[in-house]
């Protein structure tokens, strides 16, 4: 499967929250898309398989992962110590794109691994242009120096509400922040319910 780049409301609206973010489209319309939206019955009983299915698919949505890279996460959180759901949700936290996107250099995890693919990003001091590339605590994500001056960055950091998250830390003077830990589950703020996740894959 390609990657999504349709209308964002339209997949919100499918699973009934704006995992894009704020999106003042989706609030005018929050039930599901087609001639029959508001008319479905609410609280329709859906099967176990398509509950799980629907929750796989709002995650590799909301983090912009394609099927096989997801479940190659899937896999390896499988093989890590820990809770596998808790681990493949940090993994996905981990990925550059992810992070460059909770610095608030993009408005968008979209822009963000656009960012990282035309080597605007670094990691510690090294182009990274692998979206998907896991960072390690301790790692320095930063803008190349060439690329400071770029107006969308600019105006994404302008526009950045600078939400706070205890596992990063960011510098404006120096445009770098640093990867300190890995999150805790609690610290995620992602609605997802990773169990249904993993039973899907258990399967």
Known sequence: MARYIGPKTKIARKFGQAIYGEDKYFERRKYPPGQHGPNKRRGAKKSEYAVQLAEK??????????????????????????????????????????????????????????????????????????????????????VREKSKSL???????????????????????????DFKVVPERIQIPEDIKEQLIVELYSK
Do not use: M
């Open 151 to 177: 107006q969308v960055i600019k105006d994404a950091l302008a526009n950045n509400s600078h939400k706070t998250y205890e596992w990063l830390v960011w510098n404006d003077e120096k445009l770098s922040g």
């Open 57 to 142: 698919q709002k995650a590799k949505y909301t983090y912009g992962i394609l099927e096989r890279q997801f479940a190659n996460l899937f896999n390896k959180a499988q093989r890590s110590k820990g809770i596998t759901g808790e681990v493949l949700l940090q993994l996905c936290e981990s990925r550059l794109d992810n992070v460059v996107y909770r610095f608030g250099l993009s408005n968008t995890r979209a822009g963000s691994r656009q960012l990282v693919s035309h080597k605007h990003i670094t990691v510690n001091g090294e182009i990274v242009n692998i979206p998907s590339y896991l960072l390690k605590p301790g790692d320095v994500i930063g």
